[in-house]
C-alpha cells in the first residue's frame, strides 16, 4: 500500500515532501495528499527549518500515552 509505504521513508527521519517522493517513487502530489491525512489523524507533524517544510512521525504526547491505558 502507497500510504505505508510514506510512513515507512519517515522513519528513519524527517523529510521534505520531495525526499519522501524519491523515496517511495510516488509523485510529490500523492505524498503530499498522504501526509495530509496522516496529520489530520495525528500520526504525522510538520516543522519549518531554514525555509523548507519538513514532516516527521509524530510523538505521542504525555497525556496521549496516559489515556492509552485507561
Do not use: C, H
Not at 23 to 40: G, H, N, P, W
Amino acid at each position: 500500500m502507497k500510504n505505508v509505504r510514506v510512513l515507512k521513508a519517515l522513519e528513519d527521519g524527517p523529510k521534505t515532501i520531495k525526499e519522501i517522493a524519491e523515496a517511495t517513487k510516488l509523485s510529490e502530489a500523492e505524498v503530499r495528499r498522504y501526509l495530509l491525512r496522516f496529520a489530520e489523524g495525528g500520526k504525522v507533524e510538520s516543522y519549518q527549518k531554514e525555509g523548507k517544510i519538513f514532516w516527521k512521525i509524530k510523538e505521542p504526547s504525555e497525556a496521549e500515552e496516559e489515556f492509552k491505558y485507561v
